[in-house]
């Protein structure tokens, strides 16, 4: 029997990857995505996808297309903020925190859903001294950060008290094939083999780097499980400093203009290392990707898309 799944988000980086791994499988895939949203990435394999440009704000339309798609897995990956040079926040708020009550308003009243994943963010958390666990205080450091963690607590509510079938994965710094030019690590490579100069600030902030992969493994499996109502946390629990990964990409693209501004351009102390122990016991979920082994992937890709 075919499933009915609905991403939304579709042409964002993780929605991207998501959706070439899903149409390995026999489905029927629905997308949502935004009327200004670029498909490039999705141009090969449209015909395959049931496509439907919509604003998340408007639910009258909203609830005319979920009666009509009748979704059995929903991936909500729609959100509005996570590049630096997205600074709307009546955008970031109207997104993440209205178009995900609106979905989830939809869903209940003209949809009997299996399981919705709702995409969470590390930076809900905020930096920590030790690694971080999904029972820790949040403490965000952005508009993004508090309605990544308004929208969690919606995805809370919607199951604690109307028994839908969510899961939340909190996603650290992911990065790989068609990410948004602004990531760090596309970035690096892409200017490497671009023979441009470049600059790094907070060489020494210490983060937890996640093969896109790894994080598509997770996203389908929070989608089986049977638990709902949790989050999980979808890290490495390795870190390494933004020095670190720098000095990895020297190696692998044999480029070394590159300056570092030892300053840091914000305030807050501590890192964003996930702790996995979660993820692993009740999703059996863990990474396979080394960062070596990503980075390569990664510098693969854009060398040759």
């Given at each position: ?218 996203l389908l499996i929070a989608s089986k499980v049977k638990k709902s109502g949790e989050i999980f946390n979808i890290g490495t629990s390795n870190e390494y400093t933004v020095k670190d990964i720098v000095k990895k990409i020297i190696k692998i693209t044999k480029y070394e203009n590159i300056i570092f501004h030892e300053n840091n351009t914000h305030e807050y102390e501590g890192k964003m290392v996930a702790n996995i122990t979660k993820s692993k016991n009740i999703l059996k979920w863990k990474p396979k990707y ?16």
């Amino acid at each position: 029997m075919l499933t009915n799944i609905l991403v939304t988000g579709a042409t964002g980086f993780i929605g991207t990857n998501l959706i070439h791994r899903l149409l390995e499988s026999n489905h029927n895939i629905s997308i949502f995505v935004h009327e200004e949203s670029k498909m490039a990435h999705l141009k090969n394999i449209i015909s395959k996808l049931d496509v439907h440009k919509i604003d998340l704000i408007k639910p009258h339309i909203m609830n005319e297309k979920i009666k009509k798609i009748k979704p059995d897995v929903v991936y909500h990956l729609a959100a509005y903020g996570v590049n630096h040079d997205q600074t709307r926040n009546d955008k970031i708020i109207n997104t993440n925190i209205l178009g995900t009550l609106n979905l989830f308003n939809a869903l209940l009243e003209h949809a009997d859903v299996n399981k919705i994943v709702n995409m969470g963010s590390c930076l809900e958390y905020g930096p920590k001294i030790k690694k971080i666990k999904e029972i820790d205080d949040n403490n965000p450091q952005s508009v993004y950060g508090f309605s990544k963690m308004a929208q969690t607590n919606i995805a809370k509510h919607f199951y604690e008290q109307k028994k839908m079938p969510i899961n939340t994965l909190s996603v650290f710094n992911a990065y790989g094939p068609f990410q948004n030019q602004s990531g760090l690590i596309p970035n690096i490579i892409s200017s490497a083999l671009n023979h441009k100069k470049i600059y790094i600030n907070n060489p020494n902030d210490i983060r937890d780097f996640i093969f896109v992969k790894d994080v598509i493994e997770g996203l389908l499996i929070a989608s089986k499980v049977k638990k709902s109502g949790e989050i999980f946390n979808i890290g490495t629990s390795n870190e390494y400093t933004v020095k670190d990964i720098v000095k990895k990409i020297i190696k692998i693209t044999k480029y070394e203009n590159i300056i570092f501004h030892e300053n840091n351009t914000h305030e807050y102390e501590g890192k964003m290392v996930a702790n996995i122990t979660k993820s692993k016991n009740i999703l059996k979920w863990k990474p396979k990707y080394t960062i070596d082994e990503g980075l390569k992937e990664t510098f693969e890709w854009l060398k040759n898309y």
